[in-house]
């Protein structure tokens, strides 16, 4: 089983009980790094095998892989 | 996570045929004697046809029009099936009209185009003629359509055009449709000149060629967007740089309100890259840099540094989240990213970041974004990169200092958010980059972002009840319009307030 770096957005219903939702989210095996409650928005790692059934914890709107960004290195004339 | 990984810099689209079309592209606008046609007749950046504008509701007036004044042969796009104009069906055919445009496009000789031009004039059915631009209709991105349409349209008998060899491979549907939506923009262009009688508005490339560039006191770029005559500084506004960080010690800074934070682990929010230095230097430096010209837009505006992107400059959606949440918490009024990762023709925006953008918005800050350095025009026009393509985060493109676009700049060729909304200077852009070097002059998407972000907290400032979404209506409804198709520019040229 592999981990998956991921973000999760709490829908707008659940916003005002966004703690219960991240509580859900860690019962579906998410490990928390990050609360971001003004975003509505928990990020973390989980097994990739337990990814659906976290998309299917209520309250959880989107489910989305951390995708990696790279800019161009300092010396490269389009940035 | 490195298969999701997308280099803006290695991950280019490269594909043989549309690499040799653009050679092909190069023969027919360049005049350059290498074919019969091009050169003799035809001015510089038209391609010898015309556009004829027919009065809406008279298609029928119009085609006989054509017919009977100037003795075209007419085809109408609603012939083909699906209304994909396919340039072999269309045989020896002088004109194409397209009913849904009320448009024709018409290749003839000048003498006949005099004869529709009277016939305009007596208040018929067309209203307006104009020669076809290159660079409307026929995209750089397809420039393989150009010989292929350019033939549909031609008739041997009086047109001296040599055969081309390449037809064939020029006649796929996908360049038809590219074909219809160049001349969609064409029209979109026409009308705006029709509605503008007197041209207003109008900003043309030639003007921006007259002018010589002089940046003893002032970048291109700030001259442009109109900045050193602007009353406002950005007093009071918060504006967030998500990038490399920033060079804490640069002297042009010295003195000012900066929060620098890292969102990258083991590296402190200290820039030991140069390109978060160089976004913030354009979105908020000085007035006076210890070497002119100055370079910085929102001089007043509290510098929030993100650093999201790692001194390799390289981060991840989950950096990147945190920073847009850092700067909701703190109340930014304007989140600038230089980032992006490439995405695929087709592809859709995401749609967790479509949420996260609409709450910053409802939450006031306004998130500008790169729409990424993936094209090589004018053979390859890649589209809008994640994250700008979220419709509610603000897409900037790139223009050169002759205000033409960047040959690097995605276009807006996705649907559904995936479009340009507005474009800043981004070549041989001159910044503050880390000491010891203080100053360094580079190209990007990345660079165009900083002076929407700057000019953004210059309008926050002019306007405190504009926020989140509001202030991006203020920054499209200000933006100076250009010459150039919506999909590669959006509203504009960004102007200060």
């Known amino acids: 089983m592999s981990k998956v770096n991921l973000s999760v957005s709490v829908n707008d219903e659940h916003l005002d009980r966004f703690s219960e939702v991240v509580e859900r989210c860690k019962k579906a095996g998410m490990k928390v790094e990050q609360q971001l409650e003004p975003l509505g928005v928990i990020t973390g790692s989980i097994d990739s095998a337990k990814l659906a059934s976290l998309r299917q914890v209520e309250g959880v709107s989107q489910v989305e892989q951390s995708r990696g960004f790279q800019i161009a290195p300092p010396g490269s004339d389009v940035q | ?497």
């Open chain 2, 1 to 497: 996570m490195s298969r999701s990984r997308d280099d803006k810099r290695t991950k280019r689209p490269r594909d043989s045929k549309e690499a040799k079309s653009a050679d092909f592209s190069g023969n027919i606008n360049g005049g350059d004697g290498s074919n019969g046609f091009a050169s003799e007749v035809i001015a510089p950046g038209t391609t010898g046809r015309y556009l004829v504008l027919l009065r809406e509701g008279t298609a029928k007036d119009g085609i006989n029009t054509l017919n009977n004044i100037a003795g075209l042969r007419v085809a109408s796009s609603t012939d083909f099936d699906g209304g994909v104009v396919a340039s072999e069906t269309l045989g020896g055919a002088d004109a194409i009209f397209f009913d849904n445009l009320s448009v024709a496009v018409v290749d003839t000789l000048p003498e006949q185009i005099q004869t529709l031009g009277v016939s305009a004039a007596e208040g018929n059915a067309i209203l307006a003629i104009e020669p076809e631009r290159v660079v409307y209709a026929l995209p750089a991105a397809a420039p393989a359509r150009i010989p292929a349409t350019r033939e549909t349209f031609v008739d041997a008998d009086y047109s001296p055009a040599p055969p081309i060899a390449d037809l064939a491979a020029a006649t796929a549907t996908g360049a038809t449709l590219e074909f219809l939506r160049g001349y969609r923009d064409a029209v979109d262009h026409l009308v705006g000149r029709m509605l503008s009688a007197g041209g207003v508005t109008e900003a043309t490339a030639e003007e921006g060629m007259a002018r010589a560039i002089n940046e003893s006191e002032l970048t291109w770029g700030l001259q442009v967007t109109k900045v050193a005559a602007s009353r406002f500084s950005g007093s009071g506004v918060r504006l967030a740089v998500l990038d490399t960080g920033l060079d804490l010690g640069h002297p042009d800074i010295a003195g000012r309100r900066i929060v620098p934070v890292s969102f990258v682990e083991n590296q402190a929010a200290q820039d030991g890259h140069g390109h978060g230095t160089h976004c913030i230097g354009t979105a908020c430096g000085s007035k006076q840099p210890g070497r002119l010209p100055r370079y910085g837009i929102a001089h007043n505006a509290e510098i929030y540094a993100g650093k999201v992107l790692s001194n390799q400059g390289s981060g991840t959606d989950m950096g990147i989240i945190a920073g847009i949440a850092w700067a909701i918490a703190n109340g930014c009024t304007v989140v600038s990213m230089s980032l992006g990762a490439a995405v695929l023709p087709g592809q859709s925006f995401s749609q967790f970041y479509e949420e996260v953008a609409k709450r910053s918005l409802a939450a006031g800050t306004l998130i500008i974004a790169a729409v990424g350095n993936e094209s090589e025009r004018p053979a390859v026009i890649s589209p809008v990169a994640h994250p700008a393509n979220c419709p509610s985060i603000m897409a900037v493109g790139a223009l050169t200092a002759q205000l033409q676009v960047a040959p690097f700049s995605c276009g807006g060729i996705n649907p559904q958010g995936g479009q340009v909304d507005i474009a800043g200077p981004g070549v041989s852009v001159r910044s503050a980059w880390p000491r010891p070097t203080l100053y360094h002059t580079i190209s990007g998407t990345s660079m165009a972002t900083p002076h929407v972000a700057g000019i953004a907290a210059l309008l926050a400032e002019a306007n405190p009840g504009s926020r989140g979404r509001a202030l991006g209506s203020l920054l499209l409804q200000s933006a100076r319009r250009l010459a150039l198709p919506a999909r590669d520019v959006g509203a504009g040229l960004v102007q200060a307030p």
